[in-house]
């Protein structure tokens, strides 16, 4: 399903806002995360390996960053990862969207570290991510079980969430972010371009397609 395709099947989707989920006007480091030291500890998560580099920036407490993964990522994977077209990297973007948005991103960084491996450095992150922001699990508990079904130790998120672990590589993407302009999420870079409208899947269809030369 390609940008004609893609607009047909989702001209019937509600819209999801126009200004993102941010913090008050623009975007500022939520307190959680000051004084921080941004020392990153893990890898961008990516998918694909295409020519086209695809950076989303979200919050996984976010309503407009759920539903861009409930419906725009799939046919960005079906249409442009598998296929490799472009290469897909995930940045945490923490705008406190919701109470949870730093636990759940800490959460997810913690599934990460518990499963990668040379070969695979984003581990189950991708699975562990779907599920938190498809059921909207917010709660230090719910999040410790949605791991197991990842095949994680529950107490592996659990003492991530006790010692906020992962908060380095959360404020290492904020800056690398705030570097690049993001104010809102989601936002998606496009071979290093912003779309205009990141919340509607029609437009960074087209800019795809574009840096595609199609």
Not at 155 to 177: C, F, N, Q
């Amino acid at each position: 399903m390609h940008r004609r395709s893609f607009l047909a099947a989702t001209a019937g989707t509600a819209a999801v806002g126009l200004a993102g989920c941010t913090s008050f006007l623009e975007a500022s480091i939520p307190s959680e995360l000051e004084d921080v030291d941004a020392d990153r500890q893990l890898p961008v998560p990516t998918l694909g390996d295409g020519d086209v580099p695809v950076t989303v920036y979200e919050d996984l407490g976010c309503p407009h960053c759920q539903e861009f993964q409930a419906d725009v990522f799939p046919t960005l994977e079906s249409d442009y990862i598998e296929p490799g077209e472009i290469e897909y990297r995930h940045r945490d973007f923490v705008v406190m969207a919701s109470e949870s948005s730093a636990a759940r991103a800490n959460a997810a960084r913690a599934v990460q570290a518990a499963t990668q491996t040379d070969d695979d450095p984003n581990g189950r992150f991708f699975e562990y991510k779907r599920t938190v922001m498809r059921d909207d699990i917010g709660s230090a508990d719910e999040l410790a079980a949605a791991a197991e079904d990842v095949g994680v130790d529950p107490s592996t998120v659990t003492e991530a969430l006790e010692d906020d672990t992962y908060y380095p590589t959360l404020v290492a993407d904020w800056e690398h972010g705030e570097a690049e302009g993001v104010e809102a999420t989601p936002t998606v870079f496009v071979d290093g371009e912003p779309v205009d409208d990141s919340q509607d899947g029609e437009s960074v269809v087209a800019a795809i397609e574009d840096a595609l030369g199609r």
